[in-house]
């Protein structure tokens, strides 16, 4: 099997459970660090007759985070793309079922891991607001629908804008501030808030410094991300 993957949490899954089998990856597949595919390009903007050129069997995309277009044009040009949709945690370990099926291989140790290390989760003893940028200049933050609100949820964070009409809608700092959540949640991806870049917008609000990929991935970091994301949540809210 050869599969080329256009999603950074789906090339870490696919080298984990189907060593040998990626012959292309994004210039954003940053997991495994060890990855030696040829690069084929970002996820918005891939390299399309490179990827033809790789002749794989398989192309493994998202729908929320590649262009219909180019998958269009993939099929069109005789490859089977298999693309996956991923809104909460249940479908997340779904969809990963599917692709690890997909690749020819048996469902992963680590599949299992992460399933339980999320069916262990007790229910919060409370329940706290946040409101969770994911970039600025313009600030956009988490809005309706989405994985990283559900992981969130699954913690006992409400993020503020979950009931917005957008995905990720971009609203004015003044806002998020008057919104006045018990914790701003800043990931380092998309956009890489720091602790020099982030906390200074939200005086006197507590900030939590997050992995981006323990709250938007769905591969092997869902085994790690309860522990890693209540301990960053929980240090915040001291």
């Known amino acids: ?117 999320w069916s262990a989760l007790q229910p919060p003893v409370r329940r706290t607001t946040a409101v969770v940028p994911i970039w600025r200049r313009p600030w956009m933050v988490l809005g309706r629908d989405t994985f990283a609100g559900d992981v969130l949820s699954r913690l006992g964070v409400d993020h503020v804008y979950a009931g917005h009409a957008e995905r990720y809608p971009r609203i004015p700092l003044e806002e998020l501030r008057a919104a006045a959540p018990d914790v701003v949640v800043l990931p380092d991806e998309p956009y890489r808030f720091t602790a020099d870049d982030g906390p200074e917008a939200f005086p006197g609000l507590p900030c939590a410094l997050v992995s981006g990929r323990h709250l938007t991935w769905y591969g092997p970091s869902l085994a790690e991300a309860p522990r890693a994301l209540g301990e960053a949540l929980r240090a915040a809210l001291r």
């Open 1 to 117: 099997m050869r599969v080329v993957s256009l999603v950074p949490s789906l090339t870490e899954a696919i080298a984990r459970s189907a060593p040998g089998a990626l012959v292309g990856a994004t210039d954003w597949c940053t997991h495994p660090a060890d990855l030696d595919v040829p690069r084929i390009g970002g996820t918005k903007n891939p390299k399309l007759d490179r990827i033809v050129a790789l002749a794989p069997d398989l192309v493994i995309a998202n729908e929320e985070e590649n262009r219909e277009p180019d998958l269009r044009a993939l099929r069109e040009a005789g490859l089977e793309v298999l693309v996956t949709e991923v809104r909460d945690v249940p479908q997340a370990f779904r969809e990963l079922d599917r692709v690890v099926a997909a690749c020819g291989v048996v469902r992963p140790r680590w599949l299992d891991e992460a399933e339980a290390a």
